[in-house]
């Protein structure tokens, strides 16, 4: 059966691109005519889902690490990613209106040096209640729980009486993660 042109197929491809400039490396492994190299690819290809999207993610991250980039910046740009590169198209963006709405587009405000070293020296240790919930406001397929899970903090978060624990095992992420795994996967001992 042929697939249906949809304009996410754009999105995965706008998504594929992206993926190259973060990771340094593709996405999979193509020829000078863009086919897949190997019989591996393909098969990563026709059954993407949560396990290679995860695969992804990881390298993405790892390649954000290696180029100094904030914890913070590694979360925007994999969620940017994983919303990106989801498997059905209905859970994709649907326009380039929405992509541009993300958090990884968003202005970037002036920072002066001494606010820079600031947040760095603070690490995720430093990371505000406020901060965790704007970045739910313009993140995808995430939830605050999730966000301050992956980000180490704020703890009491987890300890709030208004955290339900619908959203401890919430599955709610991009790649069906909860924020236990999330804290565990982050070497957040605190949050486990």
């Given at each position: 059966d042929f697939l249906k042109a949809h304009p996410t197929f754009d999105i995965w491809s706008f998504a594929v691109v992206l993926y190259r400039v973060i990771a340094h490396k593709p996405l999979l492994e193509a020829d000078d005519r863009d086919n897949l190299r190997s019989k591996r690819e393909l098969?990563?290809?026709?059954?993407?889902?949560?396990?290679?999207?995860?695969?992804?993610?990881?390298?993405?991250?790892?390649?954000?690490?290696?180029?100094g980039a904030n914890a913070m910046e590694r979360l925007i740009a994999c969620n940017l990613l994983g919303w990106c590169l989801q498997p059905h198209p209905k859970d994709r963006p649907q326009s380039c209106t929405e992509i541009l709405a993300h958090s990884f587009f968003a202005a970037m405000k002036e920072v002066s040096a001494?606010?820079?070293?600031?947040?760095?020296?603070?690490?995720?240790?430093?990371?505000?209640?406020?901060?965790?919930?704007?970045?739910?406001?313009?993140?995808?397929?995430?939830?605050?729980?999730?966000?301050?899970?992956?980000?180490?903090?704020?703890?009491?978060?987890?300890?709030?009486?208004?955290?339900?624990a619908d959203e401890l095992t919430s599955k709610h992420h991009c790649v069906g993660k909860t924020p236990l795994h999330l804290g565990a996967s982050g070497a957040h001992v605190e949050v486990v």
């Open positions: 098969i990563t290809l026709a059954t993407w889902g949560p396990s290679a999207l995860c695969d992804a993610l990881t390298g993405a991250r790892a390649a954000l690490v290696a180029d001494a606010e820079v070293e600031k947040e760095e020296s603070a690490g995720a240790a430093g990371v505000t209640e406020a901060q965790v919930l704007e970045l739910s406001k313009g993140l995808k397929l995430t939830t605050r729980v999730h966000i301050a899970a992956e980000l180490g903090g704020p703890i009491f978060m987890f300890d709030n009486p208004n955290t339900t």
